[in-house]
């Protein structure tokens, strides 16, 4: 059955960012918020019904007519309240329930009060999220990131050009010409603030952040061809040890020697005592005595995950600085930044003045919520980090409008070069995808699009 009516509890970060992302692809979307002027806000900038009331009052789930809902995504800030919830959805008989929490005491792992026992489909902890795929790209350390698609026999490699690229001032047309050793594509660009999904035509730019799509059996020459070397993380400093923070810690500390620097003093103690094998300073990230006495010209790697954007913003910039200065690397190459920002506006802003990799726990945990909705059309689906863009891998519908012609000549079905078909799956193995390819019934293909496109996807697969 497929998902089309869904009601969302909470109008904080992840409620509010995963109802726009609804409502503009078609879902019918009602909300409930306890919280006047957050309900008035969404009432104002969403297309989708607003009920001001509580999740916990009957009440507002009648008025929401929870009985014809077929999913509820419970988003408020209390992770009793979104559990109980869950619990209040099924006597309703909504058919599919998710919960956001912070917690990650419940689930299936922990064996106490799993997703079966609350009735819930998928629990999502969006500060566990943004830990994981944070030690995932302190892992996956030579390039910007790395991201499989494709059951892993594709892969997404990220990197900014730099000035003696391969890739600078050239046409991607005149790339493909070059370097046809073997097949690869350009299929996202971010340049200043501006996503491009390109073209032929389109002119690679030094200092542009670029996604090159290609097979895993490629990518270490991919990598060898822009100069990328492979390297390994032996040292990295974390500032903040909130939640994220903290976890990072846990992931990484027995294979990555760790400093961490907290602001609180009461909370460096409680970490100094709980992390293993992180060494734990009390300090101010943002000075820059600071940062050098902790030993950050050491450093391979800088993560800042403290609760206000600026700050992790600005520090991350000041430790890339004094890294590059340390080495007297004036291209700025060396020292890996990563920055949790919390404020949509400034993520694609912060990879434009020099930060590697900006992440938004909300947007983790939307992506996560949007995975489990789009599950019976799309295989899989990977947001690509600093520009506003996404990877997906769906199958072609028997007869649908991607079947009917070779690419080069959808130009318009794929709305003038918004939507990019970067691959596609054909005699047991995947393929980059190039202007004559005819994409067939039922094949496996990768599509790279704007956020907002996703939409337009789904009518071009069905």
Not at 84 to 97: P, Q
Not at 331 to 359: F, H, P, Q
């Amino acid at each position: 059955m497929a998902i089309q009516n869904v009601l969302i509890l909470g109008m904080g970060g992840i409620g509010f960012h995963i109802a726009k992302r609804l409502t503009h692809e078609g879902y019918s979307v009602t909300i409930v918020e306890a919280e006047q002027e957050a309900a008035r806000y969404a009432s104002e900038n969403l297309d989708c019904r607003t009920i001001v009331g509580s999740a916990m009052e009957v009440s507002s789930w009648k008025k929401a007519q929870a009985e014809k809902m077929d999913l509820v995504i419970a988003s408020t800030n209390d992770d009793a309240v979104n559990m109980v919830a869950a619990l209040i959805a099924e006597r309703f008989g909504v058919r599919f329930k998710i919960v956001r929490t912070r917690s990650l005491d419940f689930g299936e792992e922990t064996g106490l009060l799993s997703e079966k026992d609350l009735t819930i489909d998928l629990m999502v902890h969006p500060e566990e999220l943004v830990a994981q795929e944070i030690a995932r790209l302190v892992q996956r350390s030579a390039a910007n990131d790395v991201i499989d698609i494709g059951g892993g026999q594709m892969r997404v490699l990220a990197l900014r050009v730099e000035e003696g690229s391969p890739l600078a001032n050239k046409q991607l047309v005149e790339i493909s010409q070059i370097y046809n050793e073997f097949l690869f594509r350009v299929v996202a660009v971010g340049r200043g603030i501006t996503t491009i999904i390109p073209g032929g035509q389109t002119v690679i730019l030094p200092l542009d952040q670029v996604f090159i799509l290609a097979r895993s059996e490629d990518i270490p020459k991919l990598m060898e061809l822009m100069g990328i070397k492979q390297q390994s993380i032996h040292n990295l400093m974390i500032l903040g040890g909130g939640l994220i923070g903290s976890r990072i810690a846990q992931l990484l500390e027995k294979t990555v020697q760790i400093k961490l620097i907290e602001k609180d003093v009461k909370r460096a103690e409680e970490l100094a005592s709980t992390l293993t094998s992180t060494k734990v300073l009390n300090g101010d990230g943002t000075d820059a005595n600071v940062l050098a006495l902790a030993g950050l010209l050491d450093m391979e790697t800088f993560i800042a995950t403290t609760g206000d954007n600026e700050t992790n913003i600005i520090s991350c910039l000041l430790a890339k600085h004094l890294i590059n200065k340390q080495h007297r690397d004036p291209g700025g190459s060396r020292g890996k930044t990563i920055a949790l920002v919390n404020k949509e506006d400034y993520l694609v802003l912060a990879s434009t003045i020099g930060l590697d990799i900006a992440l938004n726990a909300k947007i983790s945990a939307a992506n996560e919520i949007l995975k489990f909705i789009r599950r019976s059309e799309l295989l899989a689906v990977a947001h690509l980090h600093g520009v506003d863009a996404e990877v997906v891998e769906l199958v072609a519908g028997h007869g649908s409008p991607i079947t009917k012609k070779p690419l080069y000549k959808q130009h318009s079905l794929l709305e003038n070069g918004s939507i990019l078909i970067g691959g596609v799956f054909r005699d047991n193995q995947w393929q980059v995808a190039v202007g004559e390819t005819h994409i067939g019934n039922g094949e496996r293909v990768i599509v790279v699009c704007a956020s907002l496109n996703l939409k337009k996807i789904r009518k071009l697969f069905r």
